[in-house]
T-cell receptor
């Protein structure tokens, strides 16, 4: 299994440009999520999905869109990039949603995408 | 609402010394608690998790954590630090009613030779 993959690894955008960060997992995980990591702020949840066709907002959703048309893929779209969106973005997945407990809600993280908006 | 607080954004220990990283949680329902480690330029990987089965949880690389309900704490310890333990450590909480994980702000561990 490749686990959770993210592309690209690095990206530089100009203010106002749009782009899509790709995330894919091959573990048949039901739950997928996007986080941004900023110095001194830990990881903050942007959007999450509990299954294909179902998405919801996290803590910091403004300026980002997501969709989940398949179990495997969960792309994150920046509609009009702003310097405040300069960050490292992580995609994560788990077999079941966090509330399920047991052994199935462990999140597996991708390697991250480092985004700079000029 | 749930949250975690990690006391100390930077911790330095000597090689061979005890590692203690602090995490306090806030949750109105029984929590699930996690510790993740992040090595430079990598994603996060799970160290250990508490899901109410046992209060003392053992993880990978010799780390363990104890859930103390009375103190609302889930501190991470390791008896003897290795140079390879230098990394960023994150505490996270969720619950049996939630769809989200909440992460702390992280603690950067430095190991001094």
């Amino acid at each position: 299994n490749a686990g959770v993959t993210q592309t690209p690894k690095f990206q530089v955008l100009k203010t106002g440009q749009s782009m899509t960060l790709q995330c894919a997992q091959d573990m048949n995980h039901e739950y997928m999520s996007w986080y941004r990591q900023d110095p001194g702020m830990g990881l903050r949840l942007i959007h999450y999905s509990v299954g294909a066709g179902i998405t919801d907002q996290g803590e910091v959703p403004n300026g980002y869109n997501v969709s989940r048309s398949t179990t495997e893929d969960f792309p994150l779209r920046l509609l009009s990039a702003a310097p405040s969106q300069t960050s490292v973005y992580f995609c994560a997945s788990s077999y079941t949603p966090p509330r399920s407990g047991g052994v199935y809600n462990e999140q597996f993280f991708g390697p991250g995408t480092r985004l700079t908006v000029l | 609402a749930q949250s975690v607080t990690q006391l100390g954004s930077h911790v330095s220990v000597s090689e061979g010394a005890l590692v203690l990283l602090r995490c306090n949680y806030s949750s109105s329902v029984p929590p699930y608690l996690f510790w993740y480690v992040q090595y430079p330029n990598q994603g996060l990987q799970l160290l250990l998790k508490y899901t109410s089965a046992a209060t003392l949880v053992k993880g990978i690389n010799g780390f363990e954590a104890e859930f103390k309900k009375s103190e609302t704490s889930f501190h991470l310890t390791k008896p003897s630090a290795h140079m390879s333990d230098a990394a960023e450590y994150f505490c996270a909480v969720t619950s049996n009613t939630g769809n989200q994980f909440y992460f702390g702000t992280g603690t950067s561990l430095t190991v001094i030779p």
